[in-house]
């Protein structure tokens, strides 16, 4: 059923094969170890050195990715999904090139297909066979579902192995594959093409309410995963950090992160769109991080907190700026009155 889903091209009298893991972090070693044997095999036959595998990976890339070039002895270190800079990277050393169908930050596709197309004219140029896997842990059980026309699986000729998982919950264990099974049977693809078209619909609810705050710039796409990662414009006082930590009083866990190499200095938040994400949740989120925003707005930034200490703390003869020092007294003094007035929301 899945190999029929990602397009897998089977004979009449041909069975997909496949494996059941813990999870994607395990489904990414053994595609990874299954492309190095493969190709150490190839490279044995003929008469050629064996030793330095190396692996080339997309944006935003897996823990995951990394702990498989480090535990099996390979080169890793590509952050960036560029397909024209991804392509020129492979040598006759690369085991495959490995793909992303949601990001975990933002959740975007990488563009499968441009790989495809390039890798075939380098394949075609050179000799290689250099394949590639796609680590569909995030996009797999969405794609085939509200992007049909999107070309990521084994339409792509050179795509040879993809590790989904059915829900968005990422790494789990996945022994109930029985339980599985049925959920297959009893929604069928209309079911699951509803459930992913209400997740989608719910992100742009929850998109549109964060964009008409005017206080953040969204960094998702429209089209990948169900979320929405959302980082805040321009010169603020204060940081996704705090916002975070604040949403938590209201039941909101909106995890800050930092994005990779290279764009180091921009910080979201994000937040899954899932099947029990309503509409109304939406809408609430969106109100609770209006009201973190307004009490953010009546604090000192941490900037003046810090530039207050300093000031505290010079016994150098220089003159202690009281009018700073007093508005980080009556910022936490406000504060600290308005927590006793609450009831306790968490």
């Known amino acids: 059923m899945i190999a029929h889903l990602f397009n897998a091209p089977l004979g009449e009298t041909e069975t997909a094969v496949g494996v059941g893991t813990v999870g994607s972090s395990e489904a990414i070693m053994l595609a990874g170890l299954a492309f190095k044997r493969k190709w150490q095999n190839k490279r044995k036959a003929e008469g050629k050195p064996f030793d330095k595998p190396n692996i080339v990976t997309g944006a935003n890339v897996q823990v995951c990715w990394e702990k498989f070039a480090r535990y099996f002895e390979l080169s890793e270190g590509y952050y960036v999904m560029d397909p024209e800079k991804a392509v020129e990277m492979v040598d006759e050393n690369t085991i495959c090139v490995a793909a992303i169908l949601g990001s975990t ?25 250099t394949p590639i896997h796609v680590d569909a842990a995030s996009g797999g059980f969405i794609a085939p579902f509200i992007y049909p026309e999107l070309e990521w699986d084994f339409r792509l000729p050179l795509v040879k192995s993809i590790n989904p998982t059915f829900t968005l919950n ?98 979201v938040l994000r937040v899954v769109i899932r099947e029990d994400f309503s509409r109304t949740l939406a809408e609430r989120l969106v109100a609770d991080i209006l009201k973190v925003l307004h009490e953010l707005d009546t604090l000192p930034s941490k900037i003046s907190r810090k530039m207050g200490a300093e000031d505290f703390g010079n016994v150098k003869g220089k003159k202690v700026k009281r009018e700073k020092l007093m508005e980080v007294i009556v910022g936490w003094r406000k504060f600290v009155k308005d927590r006793k007035k609450m009831n306790g929301v968490c």
């Not at 930050?105 to 066979?129: I, M, P, Q, S, Y």
């Not at 964009?211 to 710039?217: I, Q």
């Not at 979320?227 to 009083?249: D, N, P, T, W, Y």
Request: charged letters at 25%; aromatic letters at 12%; a neutral charge.
């Open 105 to 129: 930050l933002t959740g975007e596709f990488e563009d499968v297909k441009r790989l495809n197309h390039l890798l075939v004219k380098k394949n075609d140029a050179t000799g290689w066979n």
């Open 170 to 267: 990422f790494s789990k264990g996945s022994s109930q594959i029985i339980a599985q099974y049925y959920q297959l049977i009893r929604l069928g693809f209309e079911g699951y093409k509803n459930v992913m078209q209400n997740c989608r619909e719910n992100m742009l609810v929850l998109k549109e309410g964060i964009e008409k705050t005017e206080r953040f710039n969204i960094v998702s796409k429209d089209v990948g995963v169900p979320l929405v990662a959302f980082s805040l414009k321009g010169q603020s006082f204060h940081s996704e950090f705090e916002i975070s930590e604040m949403l938590r009083r209201f039941g909101w866990i909106v995890p800050a992160y930092t994005m990779p190499a290279d764009a180091q200095h921009i910080t």
